[in-house]
């Protein structure tokens, strides 16, 4: 729902990045370093960009 609301204000699709965090899918070896890393990886200009972020850890 949020991410259609950015969508409906004209907010570039590649500035919303939506990531799903799962214990299943990243493992006790994953830790918020490379969290951070991967999620800032996603960021290649100086403009906004908005991190919807599920968490099910």
Do not use: A, C, P
């Not at 991410?3 to 570039?12: A, I, N, P, T, Y």
């Not at 799962?22 to 908005?50: A, R």
Request: no cysteine; glycine share 4%.
């Amino acid at each position: 729902m949020l991410k259609q609301e950015l969508f409906s204000r004209g907010v570039d699709e590649k500035h919303i990045i939506t990531r799903k965090y799962t214990s299943e899918d990243y493992g006790k070896s994953f830790s918020s370093n490379k969290m951070y890393e991967e999620l800032k990886s996603f960021i290649v200009d100086n403009n906004k960009y908005y991190f919807l972020l599920d968490e099910n850890i």
